[in-house]
């Protein structure tokens, strides 16, 4: 529990993505004049994204899990094929299954 | 008119990309650092070690995760017609697995009981002051 994702660090990859999404919109609707449609999307300059300090806490315990979850699983492969030390074949191994689960 | 807009756009728009792309590679490389730490001290307890390249797949797997999620939130609040992302958004991102939705319920829960009991009074006192404390504006970039 000790070590964690920083909420900054995770604040600024969503705010990344955001404002990607917002940029591409704004092409759309230049491009294809959707404005009633658009309208009521992120598009509009003056209505950003914004997260709760404690959804980006949640947010980094999901990220968290994410890691530790692959750590542990690609180990207890790794465990059962007697070495100590996780190589590609294991992450493969659950690869599909911990994309399922997340 | 649109056409002129148009033009300027895509005028800006090589620049907007490479700028995009070397703001993702920082961030990538932060997210990184984190992400070894956490996946080391995990190994460690497993009596483990992780080779260099399975741990940059980890953190590259993660950090594409990251981005889904942030899209996927965007969305559930936009929904729910606010805009801003609080827990139950992030709660709602893993509703798939029951499990992993119930360890996220109780760490929120936590995080509630946290929170100062001083600080609920003031919410309830101001509630426009309490918001604007609890929610972290983002610059339009």
Redesign the interface.
Known sequence: M?????PD???????????????EC??NE??E?LESEVGA??SK?N?????????????C????????E???R??TI??AEGV?????T??ERILPQLLL?? | MEEGEGEGVIGSDVVEREEDEAATELLRDRFRLCTISIAEAEAKRNDMEVSQPIMACISDLAFKFAEELAKDLELFAQHAGRKSVNMEDVILSAHRNKHLATSLRSFCNDLKAKEPQSDRKRKKGSKKEGKAAAVIHIPDI
Do not use: C, Y
Request: hydrophobic share 45%; net charge positive.
């Open positions: 000790d070590d964690t994702f920083d660090l995770i604040h600024a990859i969503f705010k990344l993505v955001w404002s990607r999404r917002a940029h704004e092409r230049g491009t004049a999307g992120t300059k209505r950003p994204t914004s997260v709760n300090a404690n959804a980006l806490k949640l947010s315990e999901l990220l968290r899990v994410f890691v530790t692959a750590v542990q690609a180990a790794a465990e100590s030390k996780i190589e590609a294991h992450l689960d997340f």
